[in-house]
């Protein structure tokens, strides 16, 4: 790869446009697929950008045919898309301009975990399976099945608990508290049917987060994980308003400085 590639960005908004501001002074270029006047856009002007939904198949191949690697700003993609264009690659013209050839473009992260992650069911079954705690849940049933299920999630975990949708949802939307029987119709009815799965409700003092970096050798395969400093994230009204690095101490051993 480039010592400086063109990187393609699924998705040009707040975290976009962040991300072409630490771009900028490294001498990296953006590609993005999103709206023509998408956040990231306003402050990164280049001949690559692609306008047009990051959900289009078509837009998605067409920006890949112009980078050297795919990366995302939002999980709400098309991964299938996403596969083909990292194992079998996308047709560009060929270097001596005679016909066409087929160029892989590597998807950071792997289309495997971003399909794993649009799941959130699915993404904790697999946090479980790998030893790492999360609250009790089980998925809902679909169709006339739905409110029997969701009174068995409420006779599983008593009230209240947390009816969720498993696709499409981020930053508390998606999710809806059911405190007593009364809000079993109103919680099927405002949930709609997208699938959904109940988890045991989960008093919690804080929310933190952490960001990992992975490098990789030549032929791809992991080489070592840097993480940035843990943070405490404040939501208000479902959106993420204060981000706080904290210092945390374990065993007596300081972990991260503030």
Not at 194 to 211: D, G, R
Request: aromatic letters at 8%; charged letters at 25%; proline letters at 6%.
């Amino acid at each position: 790869m480039a010592r400086n590639p063109v990187i393609g960005l699924l998705g040009g908004g707040q975290l976009g446009r962040m991300l072409c501001q630490a771009a900028a002074p490294l001498g990296i270029t953006i590609a993005v697929l999103d709206a023509e006047d998408c956040p990231a856009k306003q402050i990164n002007h280049n001949g690559l950008h692609v306008t047009g939904s990051f959900k289009d198949p078509e837009k998605i191949k067409l920006l890949a045919s112009r980078c050297d690697v795919l990366t995302v700003e939002i999980e709400h993609v098309e991964c299938d898309v996403l596969e083909e264009i990292a194992t079998k690659g996308v047709e560009v013209s060929s270097p001596d301009g005679n016909g066409t050839v087929m160029k892989r473009v590597p998807v950071h992260p792997s289309y495997k975990t971003i399909r794993l992650i649009q799941d959130k069911f699915q993404q904790k079954e697999y946090f479980a399976k790998n030893g790492l705690p999360v609250a009790p849940q089980m998925a809902i049933e679909s169709g006339g099945a739905r409110a029997a299920s969701i009174e068995q999630a409420a006779k599983s975990f008593g009230f209240p608990f947390m009816l969720k949708g498993a696709k499409g949802s981020y930053d508390g939307r998606g999710n809806f508290k059911v405190r007593n029987p009364d809000d079993f119709e109103t919680a099927a009815t405002q949930m709609g049917d997208q699938p959904l799965y109940a988890e045991k409700f989960v008093p919690f003092q804080m929310e933190l987060s952490v960001m990992v970096m992975r490098t990789e050798d030549e032929d791809g395969n992991l080489k070592k994980v840097y993480p940035y400093p843990v943070v405490e994230t404040i939501h208000e009204d479902s959106i993420c308003t204060k981000v706080i690095r904290r210092t945390y101490w374990s065993y007596g051993t300081k972990v991260n400085a503030s």
